[in-house]
C-alpha cells in the first residue's frame, strides 16, 4: 500500500511541477497568510484591551499600567514575527527529524481523513473485523501502523519514552494524556450504523451533511458502575501521574474529573449550582451587583417564606463575616462565601415545591459528591508530592458549572504558591471571558496561583442540540469569528497579568502567531515558564516544531492506551482533521513539499 501510495505522491507531484513549468509560472503558492513585514502588518494584530480588567486595588497592583505598556518597537516584533514565519514555512527544517516513512504515513493519513464518508466506514468495518477472533489481531495490526501512529504515542510505557525523549531535544514538552475509552464504543459505533443506515449507496451529500453532527459529539463520558469504578479511575490517574514524574522533569498529565464521579449527579450537582447562583440576581433587585443586608433579608422572605427569621439572620451573619465590607458583598464574595451546604439545608428547612428546592442534592447525593471531592483532593496532593501538574479538561455544558466548582475549591487548596491546577476555558461559549475574568479576580483576591488552559471547545453541534432540547439558550458563539475573536481576548487578558499562568493550546496559526506578537509587545521572554502554548500529537507539527525553535514552551499532548480501548479518540481526530481544513490543508503541503525534496532532491 505504500509503495502504491508513493508512486501516484511522485507522479501527481510531477504532474503539478509540469503544470507549473509550463505556465511560466515560477511563483510559489499562495501561503496561509502573508508574510510579516515592515510595510505590511501581521493581520490580527493584538490590542492591550482593558475591557475585563478589574478595578481592585489588588488587581491594580497585579496589572498595573507597567503590564500594559509596549516595551518593544513595532519595528522590532515585526523583525521577530518575520523570522518565526520564514521558520514555520521551511519543511527541510521542521521535518528533518521526521522519518520519511513516518511523513508517507502521516500524509496519508491527512489525506484519507479530508473524505470523512472513508472515515465513518473505516470505523464501521473495524468494528465487524474486531468481532470476529480470527480477524481482529489484523484490524489492530492495521489501525496500529496508521492512524494509531499517526495520532497515538504508543500502549505502553516502553513504546513512549523514546517518543519524549526525542521530542525533549527538539526542545518540545509532553503532556500524559490516558486515551482509552473503553464501553463507550458500543455506544459510537451504534451512532455511527444508524447514521450509514440512513445513508444511500449515492446519496445527497447535503443531506448527510447535516445528519454528521451527530458524529461530532462522540466525546469520552467514563462508564460508571458504582463508586468502585471511580476508585479504579483514581488508581489509572495516579499511575499516570508517577509515569509522567519518571518521564519528564516538567511533568504535565491530563484529567477528566467525570472519571472520579457519577456524571449524571454531576449534572444534576451543576443544575443545582445554576439555580444557587442565579438566586444573587433574583436579590439584587436594584441591580447594583452588590448585595446589602436588608436586600437579602426581604429576598429570603418573598422567595423562601417558610424559613424562620432567625435562621436567615443566621445564616446572613455567617455570610457577611467572611466579607471585607460588614454591610454588603459583591457577586464574587458572594460566589466565594456561599457555603453550598449551609444554603442548601437552609432552604430544604422552608418546605416548599420551589425548582430550587427540587434541585437541591438529597442526603445521599451529597454524600456521593463528597466522595469525588475526596478523590479529587487525593489525587492533586499525590500529584504536589511529585510536582506534576494537571491540566482538568472541559465537558459537556451540562457537568461544566460543577466541575467548575471543584476546581475552584482545588485551586484555592493547592496553588497557593504554585500552580499545580489548571482550568479550562472554551472560547467558543459566550461567557468565556466573563467567566475567566471572574476566576482570574477571584485569585488576586484570595492570594493563590491561578492558571488557565485556552481552548475552543469540542462540543458545539452536542451543545446546541441539548440548548433546543432542555429550553435554555443557546450558549455557543453564533459564528466562528466571535469564537476567534473569544479566544484572542482571552489571551491579551490573561498576557497582561503577570502573575497568571496559560496554556495556549490550539492548532489555529492566527491565535499562535496573536500569542506571539502579544508576548513580544509586552517584553515577555519567550522561555517564561508561565506561558506555555500546547498542539496534540500527529497534529500542527509545524507550528510545535518553530514554537519549539524559537524558545516558545510548547507541549504535546501524548495520548496513549491499548488499540482497541482508544479508538475512540482516533476517530474524533481524524473528524477534526477533515474540520480545520485550512490548518491541515498547510499541514499536508509543508509534508507534501519535504517528501517531494527528498523524492527528488529539489525543493
Same mark, same amino acid.
Given at each position: 500500500?505504500?509503495f502504491v ?5 511522485l507522479?501527481?507531484?510531477? !504532474? ?14 499562495v501561503?496561509?497568510w502573508?508574510r ?5 502588518p501581521?493581520?490580527?494584530?493584538p490590542?492591550?484591551s482593558?475591557l ?8 491594580n497592583?497585579?496589572?498595573g ?7 518593544v ?6 523583525k521577530?514575527l518575520?523570522?518565526f ?16 516513512r513516518?511523513l508517507?504515513i502521516?500524509y496519508?493519513v491527512l489525506?484519507?481523513?479530508?473524505f470523512?464518508p472513508?472515515v465513518?466506514l473505516s470505523a ?7 468481532h470476529?477472533?480470527?480477524?481482529? $489481531?489484523y ?7 496508521t492512524?494509531?501512529?499517526q495520532?497515538?504515542?504508543g500502549e505502553?510505557?516502553?513504546?513512549i519514552?523514546?517518543?519524549i ?12 494524556d490516558?486515551?482509552?475509552?473503553g464501553? !463507550?464504543?458500543r455506544?459510537?459505533?451504534?451512532t455511527?450504523?444508524?447514521l450509514?443506515?440512513?445513508l444511500?449507496?449515492i446519496?445527497?451529500?447535503v ?6 453532527a451527530?458524529?461530532?459529539?462522540i466525546?469520552?463520558?467514563?462508564d ?7 476508585d ?6 495516579k499511575k499516570?501521574?508517577?509515569r509522567?514524574?519518571k /518521564?519528564?522533569?516538567? *511533568? ?8 472520579l464521579?457519577?456524571?449524571?449527579l454531576?449534572?444534576a ?16 433587585t ?16 418573598k ?11 443566621d445564616? /446572613?451573619e ?8 460588614k454591610?454588603?458583598?459583591?457577586y ?5 462565601n456561599?457555603?453550598?451546604s449551609e ?7 422552608s418546605?416548599?415545591g420551589?425548582e ?9 447525593e451529597k454524600e ?6 475526596n478523590?479529587?483532593?487525593?489525587l492533586v496532593?499525590?500529584a504536589r ?7 482538568i479538561?472541559?465537558e459537556?455544558h451540562c457537568f461544566?458549572p ?5 476546581v ?8 497557593q504558591d ?6 479550562t ?7 468565556a471571558l466573563?467567566?475567566?475574568a471572574l476566576d482570574?479576580?477571584r &485569585?488576586l ?5 491561578f492558571?488557565?488552559?485556552? !481552548?475552543?471547545?469540542a462540543?458545539m ?15 455557543? $458563539? ?13 489571551v491579551?487578558?490573561?498576557?497582561n ?7 495556549i493550546a490550539?492548532?489555529?496559526? &492566527? ?6 506578537w502579544g ?6 521572554p519567550?522561555?517564561?515558564e508561565?506561558?506555555?502554548f500546547a498542539?496534540?500529537?500527529g ?5 510545535s516544531?518553530?514554537?519549539?525553535? $524559537?524558545?516558545y514552551?510548547?507541549?504535546?499532548y501524548?495520548?496513549? *492506551?491499548d488499540?482497541?480501548l482508544v ?13 480545520i ?9 509543508m ?10 532532491? $529539489?525543493?
Amino acid at each position: 500500500v505504500l509503495f502504491v501510495f508513493e508512486m501516484l505522491f511522485l507522479l501527481r507531484e510531477s !504532474v503539478r511541477v509540469c503544470v507549473r513549468r509550463s505556465a511560466g509560472s515560477t511563483s510559489r503558492s499562495v501561503r496561509l497568510w502573508v508574510r510579516p513585514t515592515i510595510s505590511s502588518p501581521l493581520p490580527l494584530r493584538p490590542v492591550c484591551s482593558t475591557l475585563f480588567t478589574s478595578t481592585s486595588p489588588q488587581s491594580n497592583r497585579h496589572n498595573g499600567s507597567d503590564s500594559l505598556r509596549r516595551i518593544v518597537s513595532e519595528t522590532e516584533i515585526h523583525k521577530k514575527l518575520e523570522e518565526f514565519t520564514n521558520d514555520l514555512h521551511d519543511p527541510k527544517t521542521i521535518f528533518r527529524t521526521f522519518p520519511t516513512r513516518k511523513l508517507f504515513i502521516g500524509y496519508a493519513v491527512l489525506e484519507l481523513c479530508a473524505f470523512r464518508p472513508i472515515v465513518y466506514l473505516s470505523a464501521i468495518m473495524y468494528d465487524l473485523v474486531s468481532h470476529i477472533p480470527s480477524l481482529d $489481531h489484523y484490524g489492530n495490526e492495521v489501525v496500529r501502523s496508521t492512524i494509531f501512529e499517526q495520532f497515538c504515542a504508543g500502549e505502553t510505557e516502553d513504546e513512549i519514552i523514546p517518543k519524549i525523549e526525542l521530542m525533549r531535544k527538539r526542545g518540545i514538552e509532553s503532556i500524559f494524556d490516558y486515551a482509552a475509552e473503553g464501553d !463507550v464504543q458500543r455506544g459510537m459505533f451504534a451512532t455511527l450504523k444508524s447514521l450509514l443506515a440512513k445513508l444511500p449507496i449515492i446519496g445527497d451529500w447535503v443531506t448527510f451533511k447535516e445528519r454528521e453532527a451527530s458524529i461530532t459529539q462522540i466525546s469520552r463520558v467514563y462508564d460508571y458502575k458504582d463508586e468502585s469504578t471511580c476508585d479504579q479511575n483514581l488508581a489509572d490517574f495516579k499511575k499516570s501521574v508517577s509515569r509522567v514524574q519518571k /518521564m519528564t522533569p516538567t *511533568g504535565v498529565t491530563a484529567v477528566k474529573l467525570t472519571a472520579l464521579g457519577q456524571p449524571t449527579l454531576l449534572r444534576a450537582f451543576s443544575d443545582a449550582i445554576i439555580h444557587t447562583q442565579a438566586l444573587f440576581k433574583k436579590l439584587d433587585t436594584d441591580k447594583t451587583q452588590t448585595l446589602t443586608r436588608q436586600q437579602m433579608i426581604e429576598g429570603f422572605k418573598k422567595y423562601f417564606p417558610g424559613i424562620p427569621d432567625d435562621e436567615v439572620l443566621d445564616y /446572613m451573619e455567617k455570610t457577611f463575616q467572611r466579607s471585607e465590607d460588614k454591610n454588603a458583598i459583591d457577586y464574587i464574595e458572594w460566589t466565594h462565601n456561599l457555603q453550598m451546604s449551609e444554603l442548601w439545608d437552609l432552604i430544604q428547612h422552608s418546605g416548599r415545591g420551589i425548582e430550587l428546592t427540587e434541585k437541591i442534592p438529597n442526603p445521599q447525593e451529597k454524600e456521593l459528591l463528597a466522595n469525588m471531592m475526596n478523590r479529587c483532593d487525593e489525587l492533586v496532593q499525590y500529584a504536589r508530592e511529585r510536582r506534576v501538574k494537571l491540566l482538568i479538561d472541559a465537558e459537556h455544558h451540562c457537568f461544566q458549572p460543577a466541575i467548575d466548582n471543584f476546581v475552584l475549591a482545588l485551586q484555592r487548596k493547592h496553588n497557593q504558591d504554585f500552580p499545580y491546577i489548571y482550568q479550562t476555558f472554551q472560547c467558543y461559549k459566550k461567557e468565556a471571558l466573563e467567566l475567566l475574568a471572574l476566576d482570574k479576580e477571584r &485569585a488576586l483576591r484570595e492570594n493563590w496561583k491561578f492558571a488557565a488552559k485556552l !481552548v475552543r471547545g469540542a462540543y458545539m453541534e452536542y451543545e446546541r442540540d441539548e440548548a433546543i432540547k432542555h429550553g435554555y439558550p443557546d450558549p455557543i $458563539h453564533r459564528s466562528l469569528d466571535m469564537t476567534h475573536a473569544t479566544y484572542n481576548k482571552a489571551v491579551d487578558m490573561l498576557l497582561n497579568s503577570p502573575d497568571v499562568s496559560v496554556l495556549i493550546a490550539t492548532h489555529n496559526q &492566527a491565535s499562535v502567531i496573536h500569542g506571539i506578537w502579544g508576548m513580544i509587545e509586552r517584553g515577555i521572554p519567550p522561555d517564561t515558564e508561565r506561558i506555555a502554548f500546547a498542539q496534540l500529537y500527529g497534529m500542527a507539527d509545524t507550528l510545535s516544531e518553530t514554537l519549539a525553535k $524559537h524558545g516558545y514552551v510548547v507541549y504535546k499532548y501524548m495520548p496513549y *492506551g491499548d488499540v482497541p480501548l482508544v479508538i475512540p479518540y482516533l476517530l474524533r481526530r481524524a473528524i477534526e482533521n477533515s474540520s480545520i481544513s485550512i490548518g491541515a490543508g498547510f499541514e499536508k503541503k509543508m509534508v507534501r513539499k519535504e517528501l517531494w525534496r527528498r523524492f527528488t532532491g $529539489h525543493s
